[in-house]
């Protein structure tokens, strides 16, 4: 099992804990993510596109002109798709793209997330964010001592102690729970930090 360090809030490392190498194993299965990235990117699309046909828009009762003499090109309503203003021909209508995917692939995914994160080495591990007061300005210090740019998710677990006053005004930074967290939320981010608790929580899950 290969040892993974564990942090404290200075960047120090204190402990060290054993990742089942059954998920860390340094190989990263693209097909599954790429699979089940489509599936939540497609649940957040809106799907508000929407058109009129020829039937739905106002107006083009009465025939332009008669039929036969007058030179022109027959036309029976001015709501022809043909005529500015008129109908969309197989436009868009408001549609629900979102799909699921059975829970052993989202749960394949979300490890296979983890691992690639562990591979790229741009997983990290603290023991607890201890924050000695809500100022943004000392959580930023915990980030500096671990080393940690761009666009951090951070994961912590249940009954720990609440950072989201202290590190809500941090850019590119977001937090989580261990129980909410899936694969396309891991990946949108450049860094991940969990706590030794959310990591207990999330092996435990993706196991």
């Not at 990235?37 to 508000?48: K, P, S, W």
């Not at 500096?144 to 249940?158: F, R, S």
Request: charge should be positive.
């Amino acid at each position: 099992m290969p040892a993974f360090p564990v942090l404290n809030s200075e960047g120090k490392k204190i402990e060290e804990i054993d990742l089942p190498e059954e998920v860390f194993s340094g190989r990263i299965n693209d097909a599954i993510l790429h699979q089940v990235i489509l599936m939540y990117q497609a649940n957040e699309r809106q799907g508000n596109a929407s058109t009129k046909e020829r039937g739905a828009v106002r107006g083009g009762g009465k025939k332009p002109w008669r039929q036969k003499g007058t030179g022109r090109a027959r036309a029976g309503s001015i709501r022809s798709p043909l005529w500015r203003g008129g109908g969309v021909v197989f436009g868009p209508h408001p549609r629900d793209f979102s799909y699921t995917l059975p829970k052993k692939v989202k749960m394949a995914a979300l490890r296979e997330s983890m691992n690639a994160k562990y591979v790229g080495k741009d997983l990290s591990c603290i023991d607890q964010f201890a924050v000695k007061s809500l100022k943004t300005k000392d959580f930023v210090k915990i980030l500096k001592a671990l080393k940690l740019e761009g666009k951090i998710l951070a994961v912590q677990d249940i009954g720990e102690n609440d950072i989201s006053k202290a590190s809500r005004n941090v850019p590119f930074f977001n937090l989580m729970r261990a129980q909410d967290i899936n694969a396309y939320d891991i990946l949108r981010y450049n860094k991940l930090v969990v706590t030794k608790a959310a990591l207990k929580a999330l092996l435990k899950r993706i196991k």
